[in-house]
Nanobody, 120 residues
């Protein structure tokens, strides 16, 4: 069994910063890509940023230059540093990881979500 536990959400004023963390634990053979998604009320879940096991990074256009994704492979943890936050960044943020639990068994796992609220 694999668990992803997120932390770091909260309420912040526009222009402020937050740092999200997501730690994976359980029966893990290897972790491939780790990602952050977000979902605002009435909207579909969207990809915010992803980082591969080799360090390749992708960002949504809406967060480029403001958000930074990173990972600590020794800790099975991915981070999302969010700066210059805007009201429209308000959403529930979800961690996602592509994980092999054995050499042959692979699946996508999700965290429970953490609320980020940006006040204007």
């Amino acid at each position: 069994q694999v668990q992803l536990v997120e932390s770091g959400g909260g309420l912040v004023q526009a222009g402020g910063s937050l740092r999200l963390s997501c730690a994976a634990s359980g029966s893990i053979f290897t972790i491939r890509t780790m990602s952050w998604y977000r979902q605002a009320p009435g909207n579909q879940r969207e990809l915010v940023a992803s980082i591969s096991s080799g360090g390749s990074i992708n960002y949504a256009d809406s967060v480029k230059g403001r958000f930074t994704i990173s990972r600590d492979n020794a800790k099975n943890t991915v981070y999302l540093q969010m700066n210059s936050l805007k009201y429209e960044d308000t959403a529930v943020y979800y961690c996602n990881a592509d994980i092999n639990t054995t050499i042959l068994r692979r699946g996508a796992y999700w965290g429970q979500g953490t609320q980020v609220t940006v006040s204007s």
